[in-house]
């Protein structure tokens, strides 16, 4: 079946139909963790919103390459150019390697994704493995004219780059913007030629642990070398998105706080490296909130997803399956804020429950004779409307929703409301042991009935007790009694 995707861009601002450049195959990149701690909820979002268009887009039919990196080194305190590398930093205080961190972090986080269900990407490249790739680019920006050595360190020039292009496309940001909060969330970098300026290559300092070799030759079109040093923290996503995916590629994804400035310098970079953009599809998830302010790491405000698992937070009235949290996260639009409270995690553990207790019911359904024409006209306009839902920009709430419309026709169902399977036990004349089976727990439901009718609640109660302790659960709803193993 044929399936036209809708997809929000970002950097148009509007829903686009989805044209891979390459027919029938799609190359995604998605920002990964930086490894300094562990993955909180606000990491599961992007992970789990771009798992699901990964295996949609398998689904309906496209040969996916995703790529997903680790940072482990040059992300620096508080996103600027200047302060400890965040790994570094933790590695100092624990005295260990750096590399120690990044690999004991590294693993932990990709335990919790295999715990939500999130398939592992097509390929995971760490920044410290693609330094030379990263200098490539570097050197490249150079040649074209649009970055600066100063001090040691290179710095991609906003201003030059401004000229020729348009810096802050992304973001809608204009560059007087960019350099009025430059001086507040940049400043202090005294070599720069504009505050608003970003770091391509950082000299090392002596007491800087993570450094390599500038490794590329001195050329006529530049005066000086950079020095010894570690790679600015948006090389790595340019760097290795064009050795993964090529210098065009199809969707470029993360969280809605990295359109700035992560997103906005690699859109930058690729121009000024390529002469053209990298990215067609630009998609970002929106944030997940704690009393209406992001959830992070830098906010001193966040929940492990191992501390959701244990139920081990002040904030959480009990442990929460992975399950339970993919529920929560997808019961929300990917570009909608999601509020967390322990009473919201209840609630989607409710509704993910009842959703596999239907799953589970399904198979206890026995079509009445001829009414497969029926049971295939439900099946397919239920079809419909999921594929309807997900090529609508991957409106998960409304799959969901469509699929508790499904669950109320099998609980009408598994509750004899309607009599689908009385003609094909009449006619089977050798019942299954499962027909069997669910004849023997009917007639159990009944006598429990006729106990409640007569008011003997201690025979009542023994009959669900005894069921309980065999391993059936039995629950008294609006509709009835409904039973489950």
Known sequence: MEQTLLI???????????????????GMYVCGPTVYGDAHLGHARPAITFDILFRYLQHIGYKVRYVRNITDVGHLEHD??????????????????????????????????????????????????????????????????????????VYFDIEKYNKDYKY?????????????AS?????????????????????????????????????????????????????????????????????????????????????????????????????????????GQKMGKSYNNFITLDQFFKGEHELLTQPFSPMTIRFFILSAHYRGTVDFSSEALEAAEKGYNKLVTSLKDIKRIQPAKGSQPEVGKFVAELEGKLYDAMNDDLQTPNVISQLFEASKVINTLVDRKAKISAATTAEAGDP?????????????????????????????????????????????????????L
């Not at 139909?17 to 799609?26: E, L, S």
């Open 8 to 26: 929000y861009n970002t950097l148009t601002r509007k829903k686009e139909a989805f044209k891979p450049i390459n027919p029938g195959h799609v």
């Open 432 to 484: 299954s042991r499962e027909q069997a089976f669910g004849k023997v727990m009917d007639m159990v439901l009944d006598m429990r009935a006729q106990a409640k009718a007569d008011k003997d609640w201690a025979k009542s109660d023994a009959i669900r007790d005894a069921l309980n302790e065999a391993g059936f659960i039995v629950k008294d709803t609006a509709d009835g009694q409904v039973w489950s």
């Open 80 to 153: 600027a150019d200047e302060g400890e590398d965040k790994i570094a930093k933790k590695a100092r205080l624990e005295q260990v390697e750096p590399m120690e961190i990044a690999q004991y972090y590294t693993r932990r986080f990709n335990s919790a994704m295999e715990k939500l269900n999130v398939l592992p990407p097509s390929i995971e490249p760490h920044a410290t493995g693609h330094i030379i790739e990263q200098q490539q680019l570097v050197q490249e920006i150079l040649d074209n004219g649009y970055a600066y050595i100063s001090n040691g360190s």
């Open 168 to 180: 802050g496309i992304l973001s809608g940001r204009t560059l007087e913007n960019i350099k009025d």
């Open 183 to 291: 001086r507040d969330t940049l400043a202090g970098v005294g070599e720069k030629k504009n505050q608003a300026d970003f770091a391509l290559w950082k000299k090392a300092q002596p007491e800087h642990i993570m450094r390599w070799p500038w490794l590329m030759p001195a050329n006529d079109k530049q005066e000086a070398v950079p020095e010894e040093g570690f790679p600015g923290w948006h090389c790595e996503c340019t760097a290795m998105g064009r050795k993964y995916l090529g210098e065009e590629f199809d969707i470029h994804g993360g969280g809605m706080d990295l359109v700035f400035p992560h997103h906005e310098c690699e859109i930058a970079q690729a121009q000024a490296s390529m002469g053209h953009p990298a990215v067609h599809y630009w998609m970002h998830n929106n944030m997940i909130t704690i009393n």
